[in-house]
């Protein structure tokens, strides 16, 4: 018997299996046709890497149906659009991102992974994870976001709901603004914060705001508790240690003795009155729309203030090795008085806003102005270009503080009737560049000390400058335009005798405005 040679039969043996494989497929093709084509499941297709058409962007109602990465539903409160069960790995964008929608719609175990691009954002739908914008009847639930710079964004929401979903890095873990009924229930936040009402809404809002929200302390903010009140009368939350803390539309709250964990830790106060914050330790506070607010004995990081009236900060200080960062707009009646506040990169105290350049065909700007502000009894270590910045204050009065190692003391801007008196100013290891700098009208420097500056006082027209005493290394007292300030009884000492000079021009570390 003559056998084939052993690659004949292996050929052979290969073509056989061939044949019956495609007799396989035929089967399955003739069972698939008798399925009906409603019957099919409809696969959504697997991720794909960053160069991908990522992020799911759905923009309307109408553009559910039919998407691929939409499972099924149907938009209703019993079956609502379902886009699940995703892995997504995003370059500078979001990774989902609905706008403009009024049906109800579930986003359900997706991942979402972020890698910060080299050349910057790529996407208009912003960085969050899931960005929901003027959306209605929305849930997301069990869900992860990864490195994304805004985790979960929520802006003009209605009737939505974050559940039990993972926020891993970037710095804003979950972010709410103006929006209305939303609620958060088992979310974890690591490396990231719960941010409230981020923008500055003036006027009327499209959503009722941070009360109508629903958020428990079983959410976790760096392993804490976020702790939130919402429409509450004689509250006193004290002696804890949390991951963050909101409050709206509350009277006779007290936060006394408690520290909010984390770089980005915040403590936030919306729509209340008779507010005391007593020993408080956070690296955030926000204020907006309230009254008759005391911070006493508290470690400010940075405090922002917008929309208020009646606030007192008072025997308070900076963060170990950290510096403070007040900005206040729009407000009447402010004290900062007896604090110690170390400064950086920017003022530890600004008092209002220096309005953008606009061209006549742009309306003007709302107003920033802080009023009735005084500044008092403290001890302002660095701060630049200024430790105090008066940009819209008119009448503030800053007395009686010590400026220690700044490159500037006070810049009082064009404020009319400012009065500062009785400072006391140590430049910049002897090389500040000027104790205080005005270019406003109607402006009294008066019984200042100060030394260790190149120049001492920097002024502009209406500046009245009386005695103060004086010693830089260049002038004295610079005079911005010629028929300007009343410059009268001061004393220049040291390097400052005869430094008197009338410049043509004001300094070029002065603002104008255009």
Not at 174 to 202: H, P
Not at 439 to 463: E, K, M, Y
Request: glycine share 14%; hydrophobic share 35%.
């Amino acid at each position: 018997m003559v056998h084939p040679p052993k690659w004949e039969a292996a050929g052979s043996g290969l073509a056989l299996r061939g044949l019956r494989f495609l007799a396989f497929l035929g089967g399955i093709s003739t069972l698939l046709s008798l399925i009906p084509a409603e019957a099919c499941l409809v696969v959504p297709a697997p991720p794909t890497p960053p160069s991908s058409p990522w992020p799911i962007m759905i923009n309307g109602d109408s553009q559910f149906p039919g998407n691929p990465f939409v499972a099924g539903g149907s938009g209703t409160p019993t079956d609502p659009y379902r886009i699940e069960n995703l892995a997504i790995a995003v370059l500078g964008q979001a990774g989902i991102c609905v706008m403009n929608t009024n049906v109800f719609f579930v986003i359900r175990n997706v991942t979402v992974t972020y890698t910060q691009p080299t050349g910057g954002y790529t996407s208009n739908c912003g960085t969050s994870g899931f960005a929901l914008a003027n959306v209605k009847n929305a849930s997301i639930i069990d869900s992860i976001v990864r490195e994304s710079p805004g985790g979960v964004s929520i802006t003009m929401g209605r009737d939505v709901s974050v559940a039990n979903t993972l926020v891993q890095g970037g710095e804003v873990g979950i972010e709410i603004d103006d929006s209305t009924n939303v609620t958060l229930t088992g979310n974890r936040v690591t490396n990231a914060t719960i941010s409230l009402e981020t923008q500055f809404w003036r006027g009327s809002r499209s959503g009722a705001g941070a009360s109508s929200y629903h958020i428990g302390e079983d959410n976790l903010v760096g392993g804490l508790p976020f702790v939130f009140r919402a429409n509450c009368a004689g509250v006193t939350i004290s002696d804890r240690i949390v991951g963050g803390a909101g409050f709206a539309n509350c009277t006779d709250l007290v936060v006394r003795n408690v520290t909010i964990s984390g770089p980005h830790g915040s403590l936030a106060v919306y729509d209340s009155s008779n507010v005391e914050l007593n020993q408080v330790r956070s690296s955030a506070m926000i204020l907006r729309r309230v009254s008759s607010v005391s911070v006493m004995g508290a470690e400010i990081g940075a405090l922002e203030a917008y929309d208020f009236a009646n606030l007192r900060i008072e025997g308070s200080r900076s963060p170990a090795g950290k510096p403070t960062i007040i900005t206040t707009q729009n407000g009447t009646g402010f004290r900062v008085e007896r604090n110690d506040f170390v400064g950086n990169s920017r003022p530890i105290v600004q008092l209002g806003e220096s309005p953008a350049y606009r061209c006549s065909c742009q309306p003007a700007p709302p107003r920033t102005a802080v009023e009735d502000a005084f500044v008092m009894n403290n001890t302002f270590r660095e701060g630049w270009p200024a430790a105090v910045e008066i940009n819209d204050a008119p009448g503030a009065g800053i007395f009686n503080n010590t400026f220690v190692n700044g490159s500037r003391g006070i810049d009082g801007g064009s404020s009319p009737l400012v009065l500062v008196e009785g400072n006391r100013f140590r430049g910049w290891h002897g090389e500040g560049d000027t104790a205080i700098l005005s270019s406003g009208g109607g402006a009294w420097v008066r019984n200042n000390t100060i030394q260790g500056f190149r120049t001492g006082l920097d002024l502009g027209p209406a500046v009245e400058a009386t005695g103060n005493q004086i010693d830089a290394s260049q002038a004295g007292i610079t005079l911005g335009e010629a028929g300007g300030p009343n410059v009268s009884d001061n004393r220049l000492v040291g390097d400052a005798v005869g430094g008197t000079t009338r410049c043509p021009f004001r300094s070029p570390w002065a603002r104008t405005t255009p």
